[in-house]
């Protein structure tokens, strides 16, 4: 029997991650529980009201977010506030798959393009590593708004 899986980011500003990782991979955020969304409504406005409604203080609203792939396929993304930052460099880190099947210049032309919209998101980018075949076909080293290290690949 196959699990579904989540990856959990501890973060400082729960809601503006999901935000960075949602428009990044193509992702949406769930409605509330039990919330009937219309075709145009805001799943963030009706989480908002959701959470009034139920009387979760205003100071409590961001302590957490998620995203999801709308196609089901990808994992569902959790964002947890903490009070600590981040002090090393991540143990886990996604891949986010940007070029699949491209190789050469082509793949790296895709990548560089990747790179350039998610630094316009917010994003940082920290290095990138050339083809160096047979086995590696070149990357790039990324970081989103919180410092959370991810690969272009």
């Not at 409605?31 to 219309?38: K, N, T, W």
């Not at 409504?41 to 908002?48: E, I, K, N, Q, S």
């Not at 099947?101 to 082509?106: A, I, N, S, Y």
């Not at 050339?130 to 690969?151: L, R, T, W, Y």
């Amino acid at each position: 029997m196959s699990r579904q899986v989540q990856v959990t980011f501890d973060a400082h500003d729960p809601g503006a991650l999901s935000c960075f990782w949602r428009d990044a991979l193509g992702y949406v955020h769930p409605g509330p529980p039990g919330v009937e969304l219309a075709e145009g409504d805001d799943p963030l406005v009706a989480w908002g009201e959701f959470l009034e409604g139920i009387g979760v203080p205003e100071s409590e609203r961001n302590a957490r977010s998620a995203v999801e792939d709308p196609r089901g396929r990808g994992p569902r993304l959790f964002f947890q506030r903490v009070p600590e930052g981040k002090v090393a460099k991540n143990r886990v880190h996604l891949d986010v798959r940007a070029a699949p099947g491209l190789r050469g210049g082509e793949r790296m032309a895709a990548l560089e393009a990747e790179c350039e919209r998610l630094v316009g998101l917010g994003a940082a980018r920290l290095r990138r590593h050339e083809p160096e075949p047979p086995m590696e076909e070149g990357f790039i080293v990324m970081a989103d708004p919180e410092g959370n290290e991810f690969c272009l690949d």
